[in-house]
């Protein structure tokens, strides 16, 4: 089962304690694809510019990645550049050039539309609402969003939360979009605003899983050393989507196996800069990891 996926395909530059990357591949999209790479075929929707390399077109590529939704523009590719704390949960915007995406209005080749499970990547609402648009018999939608939307386009974020089933979000964005401090309340008037259910990353912390009858909560793996943690929230939810497209089964019990799947996937991610760490990975050390996660949580045999 295909999934689709619109958002950012991007140049990062990043500053962590462990050094600094300039201009590598990065973006919400990109994470999200390759993540869900490894579970089920992906269909990228996004822009680029001129200056986007062959070679990192290549990296999509070699992982079977669909790219004809992914247009190429005049101008320059969307550019980000974050700074992280020593304690790597907090990271400052440091420069953030839309460039090739402001105005952008996507539009899915005809191979796309008939999709059953989507993700809207972190990308503007707009853009989020302009792709549910042209889907004809959508399964499953889950958004991500930040900050940045949260607070420059709230009535657009509004209306794409009553159209989606799982809304991914980390706990700072959860009380800004809500308005709640607390997680637990957070997640209740999220679950308001028209989601089934709302996932909340909450970085080396793990995630809790939210709907109006449970709740559901798994740690991140356990890792003696991150060392950049870019993309990790897409990288889970591409595990977690592919899972869902490769097992069928959005029962609770298969909403909780995709949860720490995506949890394998992000550990993974933030263990090398962007995404190298990723581009080496294989579909056997993800399942040895999750077998590892099994052993890791369980507390009552
Ligand atoms: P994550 O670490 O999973 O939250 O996502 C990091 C990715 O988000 C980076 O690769 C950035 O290129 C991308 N990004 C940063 N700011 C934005 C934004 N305002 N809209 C969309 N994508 C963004």
Redesign the pocket.
Known sequence: MSILVV??V???S?ETPHGSADHV????A??FAVAASFFSPVKIVGVIGRDFPAEYMDLFSRRGIDLEGLRRNEGAT???R?RYHEDLNV?D?IE?H?NV?SGFVPRLPESYRNAEYVFL????PAMQIEVLNQLRQVRLVAC?T????IQGSAGELRKVLGRIEILII?DSEARLLSGEHNIVRAARAILKMGPKAVLI?RGEYGVLQFTDSSVFATPAYPLEEVFD?????????GGFLGQLARARDNSQGGLRRAIVYGSVV?SF?VEDF?LKRLTQLSLAEIEERYRGFIELTDFHT
Do not use: C, E, Q, V
């Open positions: 958002g950012t991007a140049f990062d990043i591949l990065g973006g919400s990109s994470y969307f550019h980000w974050g990271r915007t953030l839309l995406l990547g972190n990308i503007d991500d930040m900050d940045h939307w980390n990353k943690p870019t993309g990790a929230g897409d990288s889970f939810a992000a991610t962007g």
